[in-house]
């Protein structure tokens, strides 16, 4: 069995926002969804959805996510968990 690279976890920046998008489309096509500018709206400005925002990177690719909603009555909002198919288990 070959060892995969892990990957590292961090913060959202400017910087990953192609790779961030580029990884939600792909999850979608993989189960045959496609961008929906309603749905997915907050792929424009992820940080003016989201309250945190971690991504999982190999190098400079991303190749995970997850996001959490601002706070609304004391309930947060689990988002954008995405891992690209190789690194799953």
Do not use: C
């Not at 892990?6 to 979608?28: C, Q, R």
């Not at 189960?31 to 999982?56: E, M, N, Q």
């Not at 968990?81 to 690194?87: E, G, I, K, N, S």
Request: no cysteine; hydrophobic share 40%; aromatic share 10%.
């Amino acid at each position: 069995m070959e060892l995969m690279q892990i990957p590292d976890l961090g913060p959202y920046s400017d910087e990953d926002h192609n790779g961030f998008v580029e990884l939600v489309n792909d999850v979608h096509a993989e189960f045959g969804y496609s961008y929906d500018p309603v749905l997915d709206a907050d792929l424009a400005d992820p940080r003016a959805f989201y309250r945190h925002i971690w991504v999982a990177r190999i190098g400079e690719s991303v190749v995970g996510s997850v996001a959490l909603t601002p706070a609304k009555d004391g309930v947060t909002t689990l988002k954008r968990m995405y891992l690209r198919p190789q690194l799953r288990g």
